[in-house]
């Protein structure tokens, strides 16, 4: 045996040395990815559990109706609060934050009398529903929910 034997060995070593670390270095990324998804679905499911958003008032100039409501849950981002009226997309508001306790009026502007439901649906995916009365200047809240998705499984 000569050189070449010793040679053919040293590279069929080497790229059984390159294809470990190329599979260990694939491994640790999707396992790192699988942990990441994890925690945030861990996360979500804590925010389902610690949230609440509840109405504090309805009021109407006539035309606009003001909906103040409060946050009676955990801090929830409000990034793209998406706002049904009557079950048709309304409008997408771009708060911030909500932080626990503070109280956030939305004005919405020319609402008819009548009965009306209004869906708040927030980043986490939980739902304030609320219907409302509306007559001239006067409005009375007859519902409110909170509901959050449960799993799928």
């Not at 009026?105 to 609320?130: P, T």
């Amino acid at each position: 045996m000569g050189f070449s034997v010793s040679a053919s060995a040293a590279i069929i070593f080497i790229s059984f040395l390159i294809a470990a670390s190329t599979l260990y270095t694939a491994w640790d990324n999707t396992y790192t990815a699988v942990q990441a998804a994890r925690e945030d679905w861990y996360n979500l499911k804590l925010s389902w559990v610690h949230s609440r958003v509840e109405i504090v008032s309805i009021t109407s100039d006539g035309v606009n109706v003001t909906v103040d409501y409060i946050n009676n849950g955990t801090t929830l981002s409000a990034r793209h609060l998406d706002i049904f009226r009557d079950g048709v997309y309304s409008s997408t508001l771009d708060e911030d934050y909500l932080l626990p306790g503070e109280v956030n009026g939305i004005v919405h502007s020319d609402v008819s009398d009548g009965d009306h439901v209004f869906e708040y649906v927030f980043d986490n995916g939980c739902i304030l529903r609320f219907n409302f009365t509306k007559s001239g200047t006067s409005v009375t809240l007859n519902s409110q929910q909170w509901y959050c998705p449960t799993e799928v499984g």
